[in-house]
């Protein structure tokens, strides 16, 4: 075809420009993505020899009941009825010569009746001594706490009958990953304009592997089936699996209904009461959240923040 005057780049044949490629893949998040498998390799590992691999944990803590009577208990009644208590207790954590402090608001006259308890009865019945340690015997309103604070004996008493604990039994299933890339010779050979397809196919696939395995110890649900193959097939159990059978109803309602400073700091400082094994736990936490609860924790503090400077700045930002 004839060009007359001028030529400009708008006179070239088709694909007569070869025009400008950077060939590469700019990876927006070159890095993948496992902040848990990140924190995870800090841990100490252990190999399992069996698909299904179990352990055992047990709470450490204080016995507290709660009474469970739809009116007060009356200062002369002895039978206490409860409800399960803090961490799983009943009243089977307790022996006769057991002391109850009766929870009530505190004063300065330190006025709460103590209970001793006289026998166990059931897991949420036992027989008590009111008024023990000189207090005065009240009314015991419904879901009140009781609180044991050790046991009494007289001299030359024979031994209390013998109580004890048995841990709680949790499993996980190891969980069978695959991910490939498949490419022909022909494409190997073949120029792209975006890099090696071998390598970019590799790339792809590494964070496709991290980030499933991140997502199933994240929200995997433990369980064992059989496979069209006939044979078995595994799902591990990721950390809202077993957080489920671990946080308190109340928490995580309020949880989500969390608006404020005040909200967050109700139900966050449960966190602060465990430690790990062998660490001191200090008071640091790390949450793991996405964008939008960070936004709205990031949103509480500020609204019950404030910046107030105590001399004049001389340099740009704030430490």
């Known amino acids: 075809m004839a060009i007359a005057g001028l030529r400009g780049t708008g006179d070239w044949g088709t694909d007569e420009r070869p025009k400008n490629f950077r060939e590469m893949i700019l990876w927006l998040n ?25 352990w055992w944990e047990e709470t450490l ?32 954590d307790l022996k006769a010569g057991d002391l109850l402090l009766v929870e009530t608001t505190e004063d300065t006259g330190y006025t709460a009746e103590i209970l001793q ?19 005065t015997a009240a009314a ?4 009140t706490w009781l609180t044991k604070i050790g ?6 008493s024979a031994k209390p009958t013998a109580t004890t604990r048995n841990p709680t039994k949790f499993l996980n299933y190891t969980q069978i990953f695959k991910d490939l890339y498949s490419i022909t010779g022909t494409a190997r050979a073949t120029h792209a304009r975006t890099g090696d397809p071998v390598k970019n ?18 929200f995997g649900k433990a369980y064992e089936d059989t496979g069209t193959g006939g044979k078995p097939l595994r799902y591990a159990g990721g950390l809202m699996n077993f957080l489920a059978t671990a946080v308190r109803v109340d928490v995580a309602t309020a949880m989500v209904g969390a608006t404020g400073i005040n909200d967050l700091m109700d139900v966050l400082v449960d966190v602060f009461d465990y430690s790990g094994s062998g660490m001191t736990g200090g008071d640091e936490r790390i949450g793991l959240c996405g964008n939008g609860a960070l936004n709205a924790i990031n949103k509480a503090a500020q609204a019950a923040g404030t910046v107030q400077f105590g001399e004049v700045i001389r340099v740009y930002g704030m430490n």
Request: aromatic fraction near 4%; hydrophobic fraction near 40%; charged fraction near 20%.
């Open 201 to 218: 196919d590799k790339k792809r696939k590494v964070f496709d592997h991290s980030t499933g395995i991140e997502q199933a110890a994240l």
């Open 61 to 92: 803590s204080i016995v507290r009941l709660q009474a469970n009577d739809a009116t007060p208990i009356d200062d002369t009644v002895t039978t206490i009825t409860i409800n399960n208590g803090l961490n799983g207790s009943t009243a089977q």
């Open 151 to 156: 046991s009494a004996y007289e001299e030359g």
């Open 30 to 54: 070159p890095n993948g993505s496992a902040p848990l498998t990140a924190l995870m390799s800090k841990m100490a590992t252990a190999t399992t020899n069996d698909p299904e691999f179990a």
């Open 117 to 135: 308890v006289a026998s166990v009865t059931s897991a949420t019945v036992f027989e008590a001594v009111r008024g023990a340690a000189n207090t």
């Open 140 to 143: 015991i309103p419904d879901d």
